[in-house]
């Protein structure tokens, strides 16, 4: 997981994907944390993304970085605990002028059976499940 985490901050931006009805997703994310051992994401409760989750918590995001890119797919589910969101906007000092752990809106979520797997065109892609 910490490999993941750390490609996908190196990669700057990654992608995540989400389902509509029958109707893929997807929007530009940079967020990513490591808390409680478990890997999260944030947004927030007033986007279209947090709803299409609540609807069907079923994403995928991707990033490439350096030849590689890699594919994380799982289910996100909400954690509402206030130290798991000040521990996102701690690493995130920017999004402190948006979102606050009390504002109701700020959320974050992480990965539940997740797979992630790396590939490249010169190598035989390696997957890490957590
Ligand atoms: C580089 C980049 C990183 C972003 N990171 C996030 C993020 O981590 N969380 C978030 O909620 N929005 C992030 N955004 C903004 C979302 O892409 C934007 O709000 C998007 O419209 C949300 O998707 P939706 O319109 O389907 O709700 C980012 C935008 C950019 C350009």
């Known amino acids: ?12 931006t990654y992608y ?11 929007r530009p994310f940079g967020t990513v944390n490591i808390f409680d051992g478990k890997l999260y994401i944030q947004t927030g409760k007033v986007k279209e993304v947090s709803k299409q989750i609540h609807a069907n918590p079923k994403a995928e995001i991707c990033a490439f970085k350096d030849g ?6 799982g289910t996100l589910v909400e954690d509402d605990r206030r130290e798991a969101k000040q521990a996102m906007l701690d690493a995130y ?5 948006m ?13 539940k059976d997740a797979v992630a797997t790396f590939s490249s065109f010169t190598k035989a892609p390696e997957t890490v499940k957590f």
């Open 1 to 12: 997981m910490e490999r993941v985490a750390k490609f996908l901050k190196e990669a700057g």
């Open 99 to 111: 979102y606050s752990a009390d504002d109701n809106n700020t959320e974050v979520l992480y990965f």
């Open 68 to 73: 590689e890119w890699l594919r994380v797919a």
């Open 16 to 26: 995540l994907a989400t389902v509509e009805g029958d109707q893929p997703r997807v």
């Open 93 to 97: 000092p920017s999004l402190q002028g």
